[in-house]
């Protein structure tokens, strides 16, 4: 019996490692030396989804929830997916590059295999996987701002344009957006402990604070079309929520020209010495690389001009970053990315079944409906509902959905996203036939052998490959993440 419960939690051990890991800088660089950290990142997301895959195949409860959660999704949703899925196993096929595009296939398959388990044990046991979920972030948020003070004031309290671990400002922006919604849930809900309160409300300011620290001109404008389409969408059900967020900005705001303005002005101006020492340590804040100013409609543009050249099923997963450009390894717009890489078909399955949930979710939550909920689950509703409009305005001028701890949030929020919709696991009771598991096993018994396999040697000489790439330039060579930091494939 305490063999069981000790297994039992190794899911949310996993989830928690992989939060906890990928926002300790310090920690990161230790366990991997050599590897940067949006590499590690990747390896960690990677080693995550492989370790769920096997926790979910090897434990008969958890194939059947899974399946079970499955099945909710409508019959026509499923014949969508399966669809879409099959058109990228052509499209990797056609490509140049099978192998890599396989890679991203994979890793899509990956995620919708963890974000049905995420949905499928919320239906199940929903108070232990939401407490233990909100648990999780805010361990992983506390961390990263413990990590991201400590660095500041080893720089004199002046932020220099980096944020530890993250290789790039946009990569955190990319992944907050979808978690800054949810982290004030217990501040309006009386049910949780005084505790959670306080936490809550630090963390929701500290990480608004880290909003206006980025400068994410993107991630604004995702934010005030949320707030917008909220106030549509939810009118009078959504102001105390709006108003929590309005006072939490508006406090994140004097925090943030306190500590990186008034501050720092009241420090000695820093000495050669130092400021020699500043550069030196800004390796702190990570390999950062310089945010590109080139306009994005040049990346749409080559992503329009692949899509006219491979139409029906696009250039292959991954493979934007095959042909060269100057700027970036993805297009920078979610739709173009699929469009280009995925092709028509496909992205049409996914527009309309992405449609089909919004015009769902709606119709189960509109307004009438919203008055009817108790308090814990309208606030939920509301902070998944902005989350997911925020994360899905931003990935239309930024990679959203290809930085891993991105790509992760994303998963977590629509797999709640999901569980909050159909409710309480009342209607689960129908076993899937022996048929369905073994289907279901083999699939993904398939993608953990290929997934390992095809990765396992590049991550062994990735830092290598990577320094050997950059000396041919004499390092004066763009890095262009994807994938891998180094996101350009098919050079040498």
Same mark, same amino acid.
């Not at 396989?102 to 949905?119: K, N, P, R």
């Given at each position: 019996?305490?063999?069981?419960?000790?297994?039992? !939690?190794?899911?949310?051990?996993?989830?928690?490692?992989?939060?906890?890991? &990928?926002?300790?800088?310090?920690?990161?660089?230790?366990?991997?030396?050599?590897?940067?950290?949006?590499?590690?990142?990747?390896?960690?997301?990677?080693?995550?989804?492989?370790?769920?895959?096997?926790?979910?195949?090897?434990?008969?409860?958890?194939?059947?929830?899974?399946?079970?959660?499955? $099945?909710?999704?409508? %019959?026509?949703?499923?014949?969508?997916?399966?669809?879409?899925?099959?058109?990228?196993?052509?499209?990797?096929?056609? @490509?140049?590059?099978?192998?890599?595009?396989?890679?991203?296939?994979?890793?899509?398959?990956?995620?919708?295999? /963890? @974000?049905?388990?995420?949905?499928?044990?919320?239906?199940?046991?929903?108070? $232990?996987?939401?407490?233990?979920?909100?648990?999780?972030?805010?361990?992983?948020?506390?961390?990263?701002? #413990?990590?991201?003070?400590?660095?500041? @004031?080893?720089?004199?309290?002046?932020?220099?344009?980096?944020?530890?671990?993250?290789?790039?400002?946009?990569?955190?922006?990319?992944? +907050?957006?979808? *978690?800054?919604?949810?982290?004030?849930?217990?501040?309006?809900?009386?049910?949780?402990?005084?505790?959670? =309160?306080?936490?809550?409300?630090?963390?929701?300011?500290?990480?608004?604070?880290?909003?206006?620290? &980025?400068? %994410?001109?993107?991630?604004?404008?995702?934010?005030?079309?949320?707030?917008?389409?909220?106030?549509?969408?939810?009118?009078?059900?959504?102001?105390? =929520?709006?108003?929590?967020?309005?006072?939490?900005?508006?406090?994140?705001?004097?925090?943030?020209?306190?500590?990186?303005?008034?501050?720092?002005?009241?420090?000695?101006?820093?000495?050669?010495?130092?400021?020699? #020492?500043?550069?030196?340590?800004? &390796?702190?804040?990570?390999?950062?690389?310089?945010?590109?100013?080139?306009?994005?409609?040049?990346?749409?543009?080559?992503?329009?001009?692949? /899509?006219?050249?491979?139409?029906?099923?696009?250039?292959?997963?991954?493979?934007?970053? !095959?042909?060269?450009?100057?700027?970036?390894?993805?297009?920078?717009?979610?739709?173009?990315?699929?469009?280009?890489?995925?092709?028509?078909?496909?992205? *049409?399955?996914?527009?309309?079944?992405?449609?089909?949930?919004?015009?769902?979710?709606?119709?189960?939550?509109?307004?009438?409906?919203?008055?009817?909920?108790?308090?814990?689950?309208?606030?939920?509703?509301?902070?998944?509902?902005?989350?997911?409009?925020?994360?899905?305005?931003?990935?239309?001028?930024?990679?959203?959905?290809?930085?891993?701890?991105?790509?992760?949030?994303?998963?977590?929020?629509?797999?709640?996203?999901?569980?909050? !919709?159909?409710?309480?696991?009342?209607?689960?009771?129908?076993?899937?036939?022996? +048929?369905?598991?073994?289907?279901?096993?083999?699939?993904?018994?398939?993608?953990?052998?290929?997934?390992?396999?095809?990765?396992?040697?590049?991550?062994?000489?990735?830092? +290598?490959?990577?320094?050997?790439?950059?000396?041919?330039?004499?390092?004066?060579?763009?890095?262009?993440?994807?994938?891998?930091?180094?996101?350009?494939?098919?050079?040498?």
């Amino acid at each position: 019996m305490r063999l069981k419960a000790v297994v039992n !939690y190794f899911p949310l051990v996993c989830i928690s490692l992989f939060f906890f890991l &990928s926002l300790n800088y310090y920690l990161a660089l230790k366990l991997l030396p050599g590897y940067t950290t949006y590499d590690i990142k990747r390896i960690f997301e990677i080693g995550m989804l492989c370790l769920i895959a096997l926790y979910i195949i090897f434990s008969k409860e958890q194939t059947e929830r899974w399946l079970a959660a499955f $099945r909710l999704i409508p %019959a026509i949703a499923r014949w969508a997916l399966l669809g879409i899925m099959s058109c990228g196993l052509v499209s990797s096929y056609l @490509a140049p590059m099978t192998m890599m595009a396989l890679v991203e296939l994979l890793t899509v398959l990956l995620l919708f295999v /963890f @974000a049905i388990f995420i949905a499928a044990n919320f239906l199940y046991q929903p108070e $232990r996987y939401q407490r233990a979920l909100l648990a999780i972030l805010y361990l992983a948020t506390l961390t990263f701002t #413990a990590v991201f003070f400590v660095v500041l @004031a080893n720089h004199q309290w002046r932020l220099y344009g980096g944020f530890p671990g993250f290789v790039n400002i946009r990569f955190f922006s990319q992944f +907050q957006v979808w *978690l800054l919604p949810l982290l004030s849930l217990p501040l309006l809900q009386k049910s949780y402990h005084k505790a959670w =309160w306080v936490i809550g409300g630090l963390l929701s300011g500290l990480w608004w604070m880290f909003v206006y620290a &980025s400068n %994410a001109k993107g991630m604004w404008v995702a934010l005030i079309i949320t707030a917008l389409l909220m106030l549509v969408m939810f009118r009078r059900r959504c102001i105390k =929520w709006l108003s929590l967020q309005i006072i939490l900005a508006l406090f994140a705001g004097l925090v943030y020209f306190i500590l990186v303005h008034w501050l720092p002005s009241l420090l000695a101006e820093p000495t050669a010495a130092s400021t020699a #020492a500043t550069t030196a340590h800004s &390796s702190y804040f990570s390999q950062t690389l310089t945010q590109s100013s080139e306009p994005r409609l040049y990346l749409w543009y080559q992503a329009i001009k692949l /899509f006219m050249s491979h139409p029906l099923f696009g250039v292959g997963p991954l493979h934007y970053a !095959y042909y060269p450009n100057q700027y970036a390894a993805h297009p920078h717009n979610s739709i173009l990315l699929f469009l280009s890489e995925w092709g028509v078909i496909a992205t *049409l399955l996914l527009m309309i079944c992405g449609i089909w949930a919004a015009f769902a979710w709606f119709k189960r939550f509109n307004i009438a409906a919203m008055a009817r909920l108790d308090i814990s689950k309208k606030y939920w509703i509301l902070a998944l509902t902005a989350a997911l409009l925020a994360g899905l305005s931003y990935s239309l001028v930024s990679g959203v959905f290809v930085t891993p701890m991105s790509q992760v949030m994303f998963v977590v929020v629509a797999g709640i996203a999901f569980a909050k !919709y159909h409710g309480k696991a009342t209607s689960l009771s129908v076993k899937a036939s022996w +048929q369905s598991h073994c289907a279901f096993i083999g699939i993904v018994i398939v993608a953990l052998v290929l997934q390992i396999g095809i990765n396992a040697p590049i991550v062994k000489t990735l830092p +290598q490959d990577e320094l050997k790439w950059l000396a041919k330039s004499n390092f004066e060579a763009t890095l262009m993440p994807r994938f891998w930091i180094q996101g350009r494939i098919g050079v040498d």
